[in-house]
C-alpha cells in the first residue's frame, strides 16, 4: 500500500509511521520527496502488510501530524466477497461534493475504481496546479481511508508547450502513484492488480496502443497470466468508452476497441468500465468482431463471452453532463440516463456480482438501475 501526501513550504519528514492500533504505531516506512510546478509531493510505500487487516498511520511531525487508517484488500480466492465504488470524472463542483457524499453515504465500499479524469486542473488558466491540491483535499475523506486503483483520463494528459509543459501527465505520475511494476508494466498508465475474486486490467486511453507497443504487448502477455480459478471475475478499466450512444465524443474509442476487443471476448472479460462521457450508460453483452472487409457485418451483436460496458463519467466535473444521446436507442444498450451520480460492484462469490447506479438527487437507499452479472468463466449464463 502507497501513502501519498503534500508539505506546501518544506519536504519535512518523509516517515509514514503505522501499526496496528491507533496508539501503536510501531512501524515505519521510508519515503521519498519530489517537486515539479508543486509543493513537496512524498510517496511511501508500506511493505509486508497483512490481507483484510486495519492499519493505522501518521504522517507529518510536531503539530502538523495527521493520523488516518486503512483495511488492505482481503486475500485472492475465487469466492471471497468484495465491493467496488465506480466513479468517473468526478472534478470538484458542487456535484462532485454531492457525488462523493451519495458514495459515502450509502456506505462506501472495499476500493474504488476510478475511471480517469481527476481535478480539471487543465480546464483552469496556466493549468494552475493548486487545483490538483484543492482536488486532493477534496477526495482525502475517502482517499486517505481506502485503496484508489487509478485510471488516467484525457484531463490527466497535461500537455501544454504553450505555457512550457512539454511532459505529458507530469502532475499524475508525480502524485499519484500506480502499481504498474508489480504487474511488470513498463508505465504507470496501464497495469493490474488482483483484490479478493477480481484481477483489475488497468488500460490507457492515451497511450500508444497499436500492434506491438508496449501497451499492446502487455495486455497481450497480462490476458495470458489472468487465473480465473482464482480471481475468476476479470474486470477492464479505460477511460474512452468503446460502446457509446452518446453524441458526446461518440467513437472516440473506436480505434482501441478494434484493436483489443477480439482479446477481451477471447478472454471472456466480465466488465469493461469507462469514463470521459458526461453521462451514464449500460450495456447488454455485445461485441462487434465478426466484421472483414468482404463480410461486411459491422453490427453489434449479443455475445455471451463478450463483457457489459459501463459508461460512469458522471462524476461531477466542471463541464456539464452530455444530455444528447443518439435516436433510436440501440438494442444493445440496456440503460443510459444524463444525471450525475456512481456505481457499487458488489462480488458476492465466483458466479455472482450485483450491480447498482445511484443518482446523484436520489435518496441514499433509491437504485436507479441495478443488475445481477454471473461469471463469465464459472456461469456464462445469457444474461440479455
Known amino acids: ?67 488516518f487508517s486503512f483495511k488492505t484488500p482481503p486475500k485472492p480466492g475465487p469466492d471471497v466477497p468484495i465491493k467496488f465504488g465506480i466513479i468517473g470524472d468526478l472534478g470538484q463542483t458542487f456535484h462532485s461534493n454531492d457525488t462523493l457524499t451519495h458514495y459515502e453515504a450509502g456506505g462506501g465500499s472495499d476500493a474504488v475504481l476510478f475511471i480517469g479524469d481527476l481535478s480539471y486542473a487543465n480546464n483552469q488558466p496556466g493549468h494552475d496546479n493548486r487545483r490538483w491540491d484543492s482536488w486532493a483535499r477534496f477526495v482525502e475523506r475517502s482517499v486517505a481511508y481506502q485503496p484508489w486503483i487509478w485510471s488516467t483520463g484525457n484531463h490527466e494528459i497535461d500537455y501544454a508547450p504553450e505555457i512550457g ?79 457509446n450512444t452518446n453524441d458526446y465524443h461518440y467513437m472516440e474509442g473506436e480505434t482501441m476497441r478494434v484493436q483489443f476487443e477480439p482479446w477481451i471476448v477471447d478472454a471472456k472479460v466480465d466488465l469493461v468500465l469507462a469514463g470521459h ?35 460512469i463519467g458522471d462524476g461531477g466535473n466542471t ?28 462480488i458476492k462469490n465466483r458466479t455472482h456480482a450485483y450491480y447498482e447506479w445511484h443518482r446523484n438527487q436520489d435518496g441514499v437507499k433509491v437504485v436507479a438501475d441495478k443488475a445481477w452479472f454471473t461469471n463469465r468463466y464459472y456461469l456464462p449464463t445469457e444474461t440479455n
Open 165 to 243: 509543459e512539454t511532459v505529458p501527465f507530469k502532475p499524475f505520475t508525480n502524485r499519484y502513484l500506480t502499481p504498474h511494476r508489480a504487474s511488470n508494466s513498463t508505465e504507470p498508465f496501464w497495469y493490474s492488480v488482483k483484490m479478493a475474486s477480481a484481477h483489475v486490467i488497468v488500460l490507457s486511453s492515451y497511450s500508444s496502443y497499436g500492434k506491438y507497443t508496449p501497451q499492446w504487448t502487455w495486455l497481450q502477455d497480462e490476458l495470458a497470466r489472468v487465473d480465473r480459478t482464482t480471481t475468476p471475475w476479470l474486470i477492464v478499466c479505460v477511460h474512452s468508452p468503446w460502446y
Open 319 to 346: 463541464e456539464g453532463l452530455a444530455a444528447s444521446f443518439r435516436s433510436p436507442q440501440p438494442d444493445y444498450s440496456a440503460f443510459r440516463e444524463a444525471s450525475f451520480g456512481h456505481a457499487t460492484l458488489d
Open 277 to 311: 462521457v458526461h453521462s451514464y450508460e449500460r450495456s447488454h453483452r455485445v461485441s462487434n468482431v465478426l466484421y472483414d472487409i468482404d463480410n461486411g457485418k459491422a453490427t453489434p451483436v449479443f455475445n455471451k463471452s463478450a463483457p457489459v460496458y459501463v459508461t
Open 1 to 67: 500500500m502507497t501513502v501519498s501526501w503534500v508539505t506546501p513550504d518544506r519536504p519535512g519528514s518523509n516517515v509514514v509511521c503505522y501499526g496496528l492500533a491507533a496508539d501503536c504505531l510501531n512501524l515505519t516506512a521510508q519515503g521519498t520527496v519530489r517537486v515539479y510546478r508543486s509543493p513537496y509531493i512524498h510517496h511511501a510505500t508500506l511493505n509486508g502488510l497483512d490481507h483484510g487487516t486495519v492499519y493505522h498511520y501518521a504522517v507529518g511531525h510536531g503539530y502538523t501530524v495527521q493520523a
